[in-house]
């Protein structure tokens, strides 16, 4: 016996057998859609390929019968998924919308490391072991921006450098209210410090010159500087 026909999940389906009588291939049409499974010498379930109301996908499996790898084409996008011995997503690569992503997970199915390339720039986002989103890098205009974050999502410090400003330095606190920041250009160096509503409350800034040191009220009034 080398092929036969027969049933499968209900559905009419064709089955390949080798010289040794195992199953190798089976090709069935069942209610949502044409399914192709391709068998290792030991009958075990090592490729198949899918066609639903979704879109084709095509499955890879490992030695005991386990998904390890998919490629997806749907309507929404394109997706290649890359799964470890427990059945979880720990790489996946994405197309939606002509905007490609890559989604790195660790072992608790939480999302760790994700990379996009989008029309406005490009973008490292670092997550921690609770899924919430730690640090991130973005390329926009060929202006890089770097953000850290606190455990509640909120920005407390930043790192750009820019073509108008140059380089930036800002420091936040708890409430993302800038706090502290320094500036450096090609003519000269500030550092600002802000009170706890963000307003200016002192600066230092070292020009051609030489230094100038300031403080300010509350009204954001000079009240005293040197020299």
Known sequence: RRAELNLYKDSPGLFLYDENGELRAGLSVLETGPLLVLFDEKGVDRAGLRVDK?????????????????????????????????????????????TPGLLLVDKNDKASVG???????????????????????????NEPVLSFLDENSKARAGLAVTKKDGTVLSLRDENSTLRAGLIVLKSNT???LFDENGMPRGGMSVLKDGPVLSLIDENAKKIWSAP
């Open 54 to 98: 979704d879109g084709p996908g095509l499955m890879m499996l490992d030695e005991n019968g386990k998904t390890r790898a998919e490629l997806l084409v749907h309507k929404e996008g394109q997706g290649m998924a890359l799964l470890d011995e427990n059945g979880i997503d720990r790489a996946a690569l994405l197309i939606h919308e002509d």
């Open 115 to 141: 990379l996009t390339v989008t029309k406005d720039g490009h973008g490292l986002q670092l997550l921690d072991e609770n899924g919430k989103l730690r640090a991130a890098l973005l390329v926009k205009e």
């Open 190 to 192: 500030d550092l600002m």
